[in-house]
């Protein structure tokens, strides 16, 4: 029983680490069961929807599921990002044209201090609310993994369509028009 | 003549700008290096250290800790503004709290491990080995001294050692 018992501890130690390694690559990795799932046509409910994120240039925290009931275009943005800047002036456009629709832009910020993104936001005439993600754990909920990005969410809380690049204002114009006609 | 010159300095001082109303105008002095705070963080976005990262969000994060540091900042002051920023996952050592643990318990905790177990095992592989040995010697002595191929190989001897 002796002889086994050195061989043993060392092969749980080695089967411990391997758990750990496992663990944290798994935790680490990015998250594409929403653009499976959209891809089949299916709309996963948002991920993090009762999560409190800060609105950007105050202290009062906002959920997406405060959004619930509305058409939400969520565009994950930082001030350090080129393709960011370059949509600024459509997403802004956008907003005006939803006003009439029960549909909201909201921007959250990716990795990005709060004065870069307060000074973005005033240069850009952004005008939609900006919610602050501060240490990238809610957009991580949604697969991003850089930006921009941005999903639309139906009004019953679902990812109902997804761009992980920088969007023009074609691929708005073709996606939600059919998510806008949907009634709650 | 004397009031007259005393009451002359003291509008003077007065109008003048104080050598103290310079100093809180200027900038304070710098309490920290920028080398020494970007050594000990990570840039969030590319999970690299901030050092040798080339991405938009490093300069973008190396150009706040330098306003930090123009404020007059110290490195934990700054470190942790950049938490409040960013996250803990922009310090290079994480905070010594829940699954991170792992980062200061594990490393010492195999190596004293690893030597608990040589210290165990090395002695027996130590003393395994010699009893082997001491039991092979013999039966091989025994074997090639076998009385008749002693005496032949003594016979053999003899004649080159004339």
Known sequence: MRRFLIPGVATAVAVALLALLAFGVSSQGSNSSIDAAVAKGTR????????????LGSNQPQTLADYRGKVVVLNVFASWCGPCKAEAPILDREQHALAGHNATIVGVTYLDNSSDSEQFVRQEHITYPV???????????????????TFVIDRQGRVAALRRYQLDGSWLAQTLPPILAQTS | MRARLLALITVAAVISPAPAAYAMAAPPAPRASFTDVENDVMCVSCREP??????????????YIHSLIAQGLTKPQIEQQL????GPAVLGKPPAQGFNLTVYILPPAILVGGLIILAVVLPRWRRRTRAEAAEAEPAV???ALHPSEARRLEDELSHWSG
């Open chain 1, 44 to 55: 996963p409910p948002a991920p993090d929807a009762n999560t409190p994120l800060p609105v």
């Open chain 2, 50 to 63: 901030l050092a040798v990262a080339q991405s938009p969000q490093a300069y973008a994060e190396r150009a």
């Open chain 2, 83 to 86: 938490v409040a920023q960013y």
């Open chain 1, 131 to 149: 919610l602050r993600d501060v240490n990238g754990t809610f957009v991580r909920s949604f697969g991003t993994t850089g930006v921009p990005e």
């Open chain 2, 141 to 143: 002595t025994a074997a």
